[in-house]
């Protein structure tokens, strides 16, 4: 049973464009939603991550949009750029279990 | 300040030899964890891990797979009697025990060891 459900696999937009990557949770116990970002032969590395008291978190030009009536979030990337080109992985927590639930990620390719 | 360090980078195993797959945490970081990727999905945690201590196993297979992480020197991943369904890339992360910038326990991934068993 796979508790963070994530779409689409794969994804190709435009240089400039806003790329939106979304998740799925069922477990009402999670309190924190991490994303990860992957470049091929690396390991995944922290981008950006909410609680569920708040409804959006913006890092530059990372935003993450939060939904916790509907059991909802996305990532939005603005102004995207080819370097953005990696796989994204969103991700659920119990703060105090540390062990992270991921999604199957997405497949992002940012066209030039 | 060195990142989480794994080695090897590439194991290829035939059908029922062991793999041994080893992390290095982070400067400072006691706590470290087990994840495998299969081919087109998310990690699965497997093991957590502190010194000498394993505090939550339940994503390890029963059989064939055990986990270490000894008072001195990095923290061992062992597969016995491989098989090729255990072909996955395997990564380790450590977290320092305390809150980080999201105030908490934040994660820090290795470049993973990527096992294949022909």
């Known amino acids: 049973q796979q508790q963070v459900k994530q779409s689409p696999q794969s994804l190709i937009v435009q240089k400039g464009g806003i790329p939106i990557i979304n998740c799925a949770y069922e477990n009402t116990a999670f309190d924190y939603f991490p994303w990860y970002q992957q470049f091929p032969g690396k390991g995944p590395a922290l981008l950006i991550a909410i609680r569920p008291d708040v409804s959006e978190k913006k890092e530059g030009r990372f935003t993450i949009s939060f939904n916790k009536s509907a059991k909802q979030f996305s990532l939005h990337i603005m102004d995207s750029q080819p370097g953005d080109s990696a796989t994204y992985f969103c991700a659920a927590l119990m703060n105090r279990d540390d062990k992270i639930i991921f999604g199957k990620g997405t497949r992002l390719h940012i066209l030039p | 300040n060195a990142g989480v360090m794994q080695n090897p980078r590439h194991l290829v195993r035939r059908r029922g030899q062991e793999a041994r797959l080893r992390c290095s945490p982070m400067k400072g970081h006691s706590h470290v964890y087990w994840y495998r990727q299969l081919p087109e999905e998310g990690l699965k945690f497997m093991v957590y891990l502190q010194k000498e201590n394993i505090i939550d196993e339940s994503g390890m297979p029963k059989e064939r797979f055990s986990a270490e992480f000894p008072k001195e020197g990095p923290s061992i991943l062992r597969i016995q009697q491989v098989v090729r369904g255990d072909s996955a890339a395997y990564f380790c992360?450590?977290?320092?025990?305390?809150?980080?910038?999201?105030?908490?326990?934040?994660?820090?991934f290795g470049p993973g060891t990527r096992l294949t068993v022909l």
């Open positions: 992360a450590s977290s320092p025990g305390t809150s980080g910038r999201y105030s908490y326990n934040e994660q820090f």
